[in-house]
Antibody, heavy 116, light 112 residues
Framework: QITLKESGPTLVKPTQTLTLTCTFSGFSLATSGVAVGWIRQPPGKALEWLALIYWDDDKRYNPSLRTRLTITMDTSKDQVVLTMTNMDPVDTATYFC????????WGQGTLVTVSS | QSVLTQPPSASGTPGQRVTISCSGSRSNIGSNPVSWYQQLPGTAPKLLIYSDNLRPSGVPDRFSGSKSGTSASLAISGLQSEDETDYYCAVWDDGLSGPYVVFGGGTKLTVL
């Protein structure tokens, strides 16, 4: 059974850097073809894809956020980390990590609020 | 403003068949397989359709997907009250700066 869970701060201040961790089980990012991605959803709004990392460390980013995002993986810990710099109140959203491409199994999401 | 265009709302009566459209371009729907997601309030999206028209195990065959050119559709037959929720399409876009995933703006389905 594949499960994923997001963790990180629930509140960040404007201009700060957000670091979110996705801890997963039921698969390995060392396995060929496997990928884990991040998607966010502002309250009451649509889904927005952020980034994806493949088993071979290849990475894809949303071009509109590319300069602010970094996605990395730690196969020994079964974790994927997303960092987003220069946070702004408009970045307030629920952040999801998901297995697969397209995203198949999703984590429950974590709400991040950006406010001073 | 999403790269993929979905109608903000759709509706139908129980037992009816409804379709939700997703309009894109040659660089996304015209070139890559489409996925559809169902999102119940307060929960994570659930994959309904992948590769244009395939259903993951456990998804009822009331849900079906199709694609033609740069547009895709999700059809729900035998509409049920529990189908009342939000639906999103998604696809890879072969952007100039590298491929990335785009989601539609979402469609809220109401069962009358």
């Amino acid at each position: 059974q594949i499960t994923l869970k997001e963790s990180g701060p629930t509140l960040v201040k404007p201009t700060q850097t957000l670091t979110l961790t996705c801890t997963f089980s039921g698969f390995s990012l060392a396995t060929s073809g496997v990928a884990v991605g991040w998607i966010r959803q502002p309250p009451g709004k649509a889904l927005e894809w952020l980034a994806l990392i493949y088993w071979d460390d290849d990475k894809r980013y949303n071009p509109s956020l590319r300069t602010r995002l970094t996605i990395t993986m730690d196969t020994s810990k079964d974790q994927v980390v997303l960092t987003m710099t220069n946070m702004d109140p408009v970045d307030t959203a629920t952040y999801f990590c998901a297995h697969g491409h397209p995203p198949e199994t999703w984590g429950q999401g974590t709400l991040v609020t950006v406010s001073s | 403003q999403s790269v993929l265009t979905q109608p903000p709302s759709a509706s139908g009566t129980p037992g009816q068949r409804v379709t939700i459209s997703c309009s894109g371009s040659r660089s996304n729907i015209g070139s890559n397989p489409v996925s559809w997601y169902q999102q119940l309030p307060g929960t994570a999206p659930k994959l309904l359709i992948y590769s244009d028209n395939l259903r993951p195990s456990g998804v009822p065959d009331r849900f079906s997907g199709s694609k033609s050119g740069t547009s895709a559709s999700l059809a729900i037959s035998g509409l049920q009250s529990e189908d009342e929720t939000d639906y999103y399409c998604a696809v890879w876009d072969d952007g100039l700066s590298g491929p990335y995933v785009v989601f539609g703006g979402g469609t809220k389905l109401t069962v009358l």
